[in-house]
């Protein structure tokens, strides 16, 4: 709002008009020991409340690593507790809107006992540990041109972030298998 008085306009002043925001929100899964305690600070992190007593459409993101994995896993799972979140949201005024929840979530991995077994899954975590960071692009050369530009353009710093997440993988799988 500009207020203008004899000609002269004052500085301009915020004032909230939306009845509804978009809020994206992101909860460490090793925090918490079980899927209440998950969903209780999913709950307070997309609380009205924090976001001046709108009502949200959320898109939550999990991240980190914990027992919980497992168990939060299967699709089925995910959809349920997406579902749970859903139903408490619309309970309340003003409401929160469950829009989705992405799961860039691992297991907990013991690494130092991974390293000491002399396996397969040592020599894998030796090898993402020793690959240098210069090679750790190499399979991006194999990459069409067109993508590469594209995957150049979608991450600017480099892709540490494909890295990484590839060698979380791997080494769930392998720690996976042998459990």
Not at 52 to 65: C, H, P, Q
Not at 146 to 167: F, Q, S
């Amino acid at each position: 709002v500009v207020s203008v008085t004899d000609g002269v306009a004052s500085e301009p002043e915020f004032v909230p008009l939306d009845r509804v925001r978009f809020v994206d929100v992101e909860v460490d899964l090793g925090d918490h020991p079980d899927v209440a305690s998950l969903l209780d600070a999913l709950e307070a992190a997309a609380d009205p409340a924090r976001h001046d007593d709108r009502s949200l459409v959320v898109r939550a993101t999990v991240v980190g690593a914990g027992p919980l994995h497992d168990e939060l896993a299967p699709a089925g799972r995910r959809a349920e507790v997406l579902d749970d979140l859903r139903r408490r949201g619309v309970a309340r005024q003003p409401f929160a809107w469950w829009q989705s929840i992405g799961w860039s979530t691992r297991a907990a991995l013991d690494v130092v006992d991974l390293r000491q077994r002399g396996d397969f899954a040592a020599d894998l975590l030796r090898t993402i540990d020793e690959t240098p960071p210069d090679r750790r692009r190499d399979w991006a050369d194999l990459l069409p041109a067109e993508v590469a530009r594209e995957l150049d353009a979608l991450l600017p710093e480099g892709t540490d972030a494909i890295w990484d997440e590839a060698a979380q993988l791997a080494l769930d799988a392998v720690a996976g298998a042998d459990a």
